[in-house]
């Protein structure tokens, strides 16, 4: 266990160099700046390629920190050398689309419906050298 709090649980698979983060309950954009920054300093230095980012069951708009996540928080995972982000939308419709607003465009973050899919993507990215 890396982190673990009411709202976000991190975990890492070493052999697989994946962090697993599992978002859960109502949120706000206090609490998912708060936990956001928290995720960062908790991963900071641990060696991980991948992250598959749960947020299936959570409920709750942020629109209006989308840009930061897009640009602030992902710009400081990617500096931290995690490099490939598969995220599991939120089965909540309102939230959902708070979540699209927030994916950075570039190719190393993906979205997904399905877990299943998600899991494949990660599985087949790869730093080439």
Same mark, same amino acid.
């Not at 708060?34 to 709750?60: F, P, Q, R, T, W």
């Not at 599991?88 to 927030?102: G, R």
């Given at each position: 266990?890396v982190?673990?709090?009411?709202?976000?649980?991190?975990?890492h !698979?070493?052999k697989?160099e994946?962090?697993y983060?599992?978002?859960?309950g109502?949120?706000?954009s206090?609490?998912?700046q708060?936990? +956001?920054e928290?995720?960062?300093e908790a991963?900071? +230095?641990?060696?991980?390629?991948k992250i598959?980012? !749960?947020?299936?069951?959570?409920?709750?708009?942020f !629109?209006?920190?989308?840009k &930061?996540i897009?640009?602030?928080?992902?710009?400081?995972?990617f500096?931290?050398?995690?490099?490939f982000?598969?995220?599991?939308?939120?089965q909540?419709?309102?939230?959902?689309l708070?979540?699209?607003?927030?994916?950075?465009?570039?190719s190393?973050v993906?979205a997904?419906t399905? +877990?299943?899919?998600?899991?494949? &993507?990660l !599985?087949?990215c790869?730093?080439s050298?």
């Amino acid at each position: 266990m890396v982190y673990s709090s009411r709202y976000l649980v991190i975990k890492h !698979d070493a052999k697989s160099e994946t962090l697993y983060f599992k978002w859960r309950g109502f949120l706000n954009s206090e609490i998912i700046q708060h936990e +956001g920054e928290n995720a960062l300093e908790a991963i900071d +230095g641990i060696n991980a390629s991948k992250i598959y980012n !749960d947020s299936s069951s959570v409920s709750g708009t942020f !629109d209006d920190i989308s840009k &930061w996540i897009a640009t602030t928080w992902f710009d400081e995972v990617f500096s931290q050398r995690h490099f490939f982000f598969a995220w599991l939308l939120p089965q909540d419709y309102e939230t959902k689309l708070s979540a699209e607003n927030s994916l950075p465009k570039n190719s190393f973050v993906k979205a997904f419906t399905n +877990g299943r899919e998600a899991m494949a &993507w990660l !599985d087949n990215c790869s730093i080439s050298g």
